[in-house]
């Protein structure tokens, strides 16, 4: 049975990474990994993929259950069965057992009835059907278990799942690029890249790993965004986008054209699943558009501050777990002024503009990671706490 610090920190580790394999799959479930460990060797590993799918934990024992080449040698070397192997075993996981019937059976009853004795914990699973039960039924049938084990790493792994059942709402990711002067855009002609290849690379894949994309009414209409992640592979991100005033709609008016042939806007080309928040009074008018793309009415009366949480709102029953806001301005600052955000993703050139539109300002937050590409940086900040 394993024990001691360093060890235990290097399973639990490789736990994390493989709950990083289900980044952009398992949404609006958490990502979670798992190793089972027999003797100083990793016998079994799982995540968990995707929504109704085996959880980690049933992945990884089924990995020891139906051996690999490393459980094999030992069962050869031992002279024991696969079975026997998990009860002299310990199974380290990112987040506390479940213990309840959602679409799959409990975790904590099949680590149970699997005899696997000791248990390592990261996080505990804030899920009201859940809620410690996992940890106390493993207690109760005599596992030894240990928790809270590199919980703020475990934390950070899971922080779009722990924001949807803590905060109720999607985890939001606040990105936009700006020049060394402070520019997001310029003022007059044409949109011009602020970045390179490189980053446009990355902000791709980051869109692969988030469940939806945000841009408002002004950024729709002057970029004409695709939304999608074309520079690398993996999920597309449900497009969003915002109508309060006709504006999106005047434009569509004025420009007609085929649906999905030549669309004038990318948003309406029917490539991806996409929803466009409008004024209720402007529904009926979006008749033409609506098998292109999801028309949401809001309440013609509310305040213009209370949209965001409507959205919010909205995206959290469609569980969708987590949203990058891509601009612009008046949009990001929105949110910032509300607090309605998790992470701000700014990516930065060596380029001057001299003058044009302002990049938002951050109030109360942090830088807490810097990489750099090759003369271009991404500063990703939190907010800071209170
Ligand atoms: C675990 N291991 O790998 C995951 C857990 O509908 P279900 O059955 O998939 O249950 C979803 C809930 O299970 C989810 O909200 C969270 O509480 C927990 N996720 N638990 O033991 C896992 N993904
Ligand atoms: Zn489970």
Redesign the pocket.
Known sequence: MQSGFPVEEKYMRRAFQLASYGLGS?SP??V?GCVIVYQDSIIGEGF?HQ??QP???VNAINAVLRPNAVARRLMLRSGLSAEQILQDSTLYVS????SHY???PP?ASLIIRSGIPRVVVSCP?P?P??DGR?IALLKEAGVQVREHFLEEEGRELGRRYFANVEKRRPYVILKWARTADGCIAAVQGEPCAITGPLLQALNHSYRTQEDAILVGTGTLLSDNPRLNARCFSGRQPVRISLDFHGRVLEYLRSHPSPPHASAPLHFFDGSQPSFLFVDASLESAYAPWKDLVKIVPVDTGILPEDRIPVVLDFLQAEKIGSLIVEGGTALLSSFIRQGSWDEARVFTSPLAFGSGYHAPSLENAAVVETRAFAGEWVHVYKPLPG
């Open positions: 398992a479930n958490p979670v968990h929504c109704g959880h980690a934990e987040l506390e057992p479940c959602g679409k799959t975790c699973d899920n059907k859940v996992g």
